[in-house]
């Protein structure tokens, strides 16, 4: 009988690495817990590490590309009014 690859979404792998960095319990212990082998668990932890930096960095760039998507939006919406005022200006012949 053949195993299937045990897939883990990306909350757990934060929650777990996030229990291992307060090193509250052993490696072993931890493994127990959450069912997955320890060198997994460094694994998920070193990666966090390195990518925590990316989650402050992403955030500023997040909300200047909210920013860009009303602006185009107000832009779309001032030159639709733009353009009707000036087909109501030639129907009334100013």
Known sequence: MRKTRRK??????AKVAIEALKERE??????KRFEVHPN????WKQE??????ELFDKKSD??????????????GQ?????DFLK???KKIGL
């Open 8 to 13: 883990f979404s990306g909350d757990f792998k």
């Open 26 to 31: 052993s490696m072993a212990e931890l493994s």
């Open 40 to 43: 997994m668990i460094s694994k």
């Open 48 to 53: 966090f590490v390195e990518r925590s930096s």
């Open 62 to 75: 997040a909300e200047a590309e909210v920013d860009t998507e009303k602006l185009y939006a107000k832009i």
């Open 78 to 82: 001032l030159e639709i009014k733009n």
């Open 87 to 89: 087909k109501s200006l």
